[in-house]
């Protein structure tokens, strides 16, 4: 069962059409769902609207048929809906493993004036959460850079620790903003790999908006095109890959692309 609905989500800024009316249902736990789409297609805009970070213009987004629109990121953290951002937010000054525990306090908060106190079961808990997050840092294997400053880890391994503290909020919904983006092709591989183990492990759904074309292929259950705020095309990869209107307006588009790249760097 998907647990996320749009219906005719509109996200407009002045005159720009950032989504113009987008249905959609997605969020089968345990499954990878690619977005896709050329820049300003409205992807990140998407994920902005049904994280609360963006108020929609009109239109309603419903979690297990409840209606949602409205509600804060926070909020919406607290029902298990996480995202991670297109351009990395780290906390540089924090240790990995401190990034990671903030992860937890998205969804749990400890009163401050408890926090003060430091009760024998906040600390108890405060253990328990290091635990658990030094766990998860071993699942996306940075397990032996936890103590280690945010600041010193390799452009890949945040992005790795980005989708760590994602997954400390324990999501049933989590969006990752171009997981891949900026990365070498070894890492994008261990990146790809990664994001399929953890929709398994965690159960968790996972969507990914992505350029990478022969990642989202090789990892997504489902791909939705978007172009111009609105869905062009939404199925299986091979069937979207091979749809005639997607080819023209973006698949084409980015073939020719990767192809006058490889013909200047060559
Ligand atoms: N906060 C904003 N204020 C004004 N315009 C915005 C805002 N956010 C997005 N837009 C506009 O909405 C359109 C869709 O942008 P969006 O960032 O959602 O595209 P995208 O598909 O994520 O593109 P990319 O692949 O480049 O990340 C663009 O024309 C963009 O300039
Ligand atoms: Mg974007």
């Given at each position: 069962?998907?647990?996320?609905a ?5 996200v407009?800024f ?9 249905t ?8 990878v769902?690619?977005?896709?789409g050329?820049?300003?297609?409205g992807?990140?805009?998407?994920v902005n ?10 239109g309603?987004i419903d979690?297990?048929g409840?209606?949602?629109?409205g ?7 607290r ?18 493993l ?12 400890a ?9 024998p079961?906040?600390?108890r808990?405060s ?13 996306v294997?940075l ?8 600041g010193?880890l ?8 980005e989708i760590?503290r994602?997954i ?9 903003d ?17 994001i399929r ?13 992505e ?9 997504s ?8 705020g ?6 299986l990869?091979e069937?979207v890959?091979n ?6 307006a973006?698949l084409?588009?980015?073939?020719v ?5 490889y013909?200047?760097?060559?």
């Amino acid at each position: 069962m998907t647990v996320l609905a749009t219906h005719d989500l509109r996200v407009h800024f002045g005159g720009v059409r950032a989504l113009d009316g987008v249905t959609l249902a997605l969020g089968l736990g345990g499954s990878v769902h690619a977005i896709i789409g050329p820049n300003g297609a409205g992807k990140t805009s998407f994920v902005n609207a049904v994280t609360g970070v963006y108020r929609a213009t009109s239109g309603t987004i419903d979690l297990d048929g409840r209606n949602v629109s409205g509600l804060s990121a926070h909020e919406l953290a607290r029902i298990g809906v996480t995202r991670t951002f297109q351009n990395l937010q780290i906390f540089w000054t924090m240790t990995a493993l401190e990034n990671v525990v903030c992860g937890f306090h998205l969804v749990n908060e400890a009163g401050f004036w408890r926090g003060l106190l430091r009760t024998p079961r906040l600390v108890r808990r405060s253990r328990a959460i290091e635990q658990e997050a030094l766990q998860i840092l071993s699942s996306v294997g940075l397990g032996k850079r936890a103590s280690d400053m945010a600041g010193s880890l390799s452009y890949g391994e945040l992005k790795r620790l980005e989708i760590a503290r994602a997954i400390a909020s324990k999501p049933r919904l989590l969006f990752l903003d171009e997981p891949v983006a900026g990365c070498t092709a070894t890492e994008k591989k261990l990146l790809g790999r990664l994001i399929r183990e953890l929709a398994e492990a965690t159960h968790a759904a996972i969507v990914i908006i992505e350029h990478d074309m022969k990642l989202v292929m090789s990892i997504s259950d489902r791909v939705t095109v978007l172009v111009g705020g609105c869905v062009l095309a939404d199925g299986l990869p091979e069937l979207v890959r091979n749809d005639a209107s997607v080819i023209e307006a973006y698949l084409g588009a980015a073939k020719v692309r990767q192809e006058r790249s490889y013909a200047s760097a060559g």
